[in-house]
């Protein structure tokens, strides 16, 4: 299992086939308390870099950034209802995408969790 | 919005009391300005509809105008009556210009023997220029040492009168003199929250203390420019720069009730000929309130369709609305449709989502009249 962190704040958890989606503590922090959550639907394909969802804080909106190609297997779509959640547990129950990876080794361009923490300061 | 500078935005008094507090600070009209502390926007914007919430507002510009003849002189710039505003009263109203524009909202005073006039941060610059230009020589003086503290919320009385009685006597937009803890201030019951509540102008030197003091009461807590923003937007009232500018008119964004009669039938202001006009005709758009069916914030800059499709206005001022609980925006449409209940879209990232034309506040004003 390895976790890679993007330089748009989000953190990409690898597990076998599969791989989790989600904002950092850091993205949450920043967006403020959030209001609204649009995700895609499950089956949707992408290519890395593509717009494949909306976060709305009480300030401003902030869209989600596909880090590598793939597919969604499944949208977290409790989010829906209660959004509050990614500033609760951003990086647990709150998290995004299950994404099934074209090309795993697009990820070895992201960050390691240290490198990440050393660019937010 | 307004000038923007290079250099360092300035600090109010308040400055390192609201990074004490943990404010977030943001550049702001030239000012660095908390946006929210600790607690969050959300937490603040409730305080102030439940208890009280004091914002900083000292950015905004506060200037005396002196002589006998300054009402009328000022009529000149204003659409609004103001040789008959009484003593100890206040007046919302705005500066326009010769094509009926709006060049900036302010809140006039008859503070006796001047007025006390308040005017936007990102605007002082402008209006005072405009009124030097316009009105007597050396008539205009701008108050640069002092700090403005706005306290609003259904507990504001029991904040600010524990420390000067006076005010539990004004009503809405009634202004007097005041001492707080010595100190010769200006204490007017008005705001821009749709709450009860007073802006205090303050002693700059004597702000941090004043404001402790205010916050030292139970009832009231910190509040920075995000409730602010969320608090005017659900009252309905205008942002200067957003809602209202050089192009909108005061008929279109529909406060046309600050225009009294004598000044409707004399005119005499800048932009009377198509502010006449639009009073007798109807104006060709409307500012309006509007509810999204879904959750998504419809945001400034946003294209409003018909139900067929065809663009008739632009959201001026939107996002989510804590005491509604949902997105609340409001924005011009053309006249025809600003009927409340008229069904419109909201054009959000491309895709045309189901809103309604209401009336506008979204939550009640709950001024002490």
């Known amino acids: 299992m390895s976790i890679y962190f993007t330089e748009d704040h989000e953190w990409v958890k690898v597990e076998g086939e599969t791989a989790t989606l989600g904002i950092t503590a850091h993205a949450a922090e920043q967006l403020g308390e959030i209001v609204f959550v649009e995700l895609k639907e499950a089956g949707e394909s992408f290519e890395k870099g593509d717009e494949i969802g909306v976060i709305e804080s009480v300030k401003a909106a902030s ?59 | ?64 105008l002196s002589g006998a003849g300054g009402p009328a002189a000022l009529e000149a710039l204003v659409p609004s009556a103001m040789t008959t505003l009484k003593p100890g009263k206040a007046r919302y109203t705005v500066f326009t210009n010769e094509a009926g524009g709006i060049m900036d909202d302010l809140i006039v005073s008859n503070a006796g023997d001047h007025l006390f006039i308040v005017v936007n941060a990102s605007m002082r610059d402008q209006d005072i220029a405009h009124m030097r230009s316009n009105l007597a020589e050396g008539a205009l003086s701008e108050l640069s040492d002092r700090a403005l503290l706005a306290v609003q919320g259904p507990a504001a009385e029991g904040v600010v009168s524990q420390m000067a009685p006076e005010a539990a006597a004004l009503s809405f937009m009634e202004t007097t003199e005041a001492r707080i803890l010595g100190a010769d201030c200006r204490i007017s019951r008005l705001g821009y929250t749709g709450e009860d509540g007073y802006e205090i102008s303050v002693p700059e030197d004597r702000a941090v203390e004043i404001t402790r003091a205010l916050l030292a009461h139970e009832d009231c807590a910190p509040a920075g420019l995000g409730a602010r923003d969320s ?48 009073l007798a005709e109807g104006p060709a758009r409307k500012l309006v309130g509007i509810a999204p069916e879904g959750r998504a914030p419809a945001r400034q800059g946003v294209e409003i ?48 989502l189901p809103a309604e034309v209401v009336a506008l506040p979204f939550v009640q004003h709950n001024y002490k009249r």
């Open chain 2, 231 to 278: 608090l005017r937007l659900e009252a309905g009232l205008c942002l200067y720069g957003n809602d209202i500018d050089a192009e909108t008119s005061p008929v279109e964004a529909q406060i046309q009730w600050l225009i009294q009669k004598r000044r409707r039938e004399e005119g005499g202001f800048p932009g009377a000929a198509r502010i006449q006009r639009e």
């Open chain 2, 1 to 64: 919005m307004g000038q923007t500078s290079d250099s360092a935005p300035k600090r109010t008094p308040l400055y390192a009391l609201h990074e004490e507090l943990g404010g977030k600070m943001v550049p702001f009209a030239g000012y660095a300005m908390p946006v929210n502390y600790p607690g969050g926007i959300i937490a603040e914007h409730k305080q102030c509809r439940e208890k009280a919430a004091l914002f900083d507002v000292s950015h905004m510009g506060q200037v005396v």
């Open chain 2, 305 to 352: 369709t018909d139900q067929e499709g065809r663009a008739i206005g632009r959201v001026t001022s939107g996002g989510f609305g804590p005491s509604v609980g949902g997105p609340v925006s409001i924005g011009y449409v053309a006249a025809a449709e600003a009927v409340p209940g008229t069904k419109i879209n909201l054009v959000v990232r491309g895709k045309p």
């Open chain 1, 63 to 121: 869209e989600i950034y596909a880090p590598a190609a793939g597919e969604i297997v499944e949208a977290n779509g409790s989010l829906g209802d209660t959004p509050g959640a990614l500033n609760e547990d951003p990086e647990g129950a709150a998290w995004l995408y299950k994404i099934k990876l074209s090309d795993a080794g697009e990820l070895e361009e992201l960050m390691d969790a240290e490198a990440y923490k050393a660019s937010i300061g």
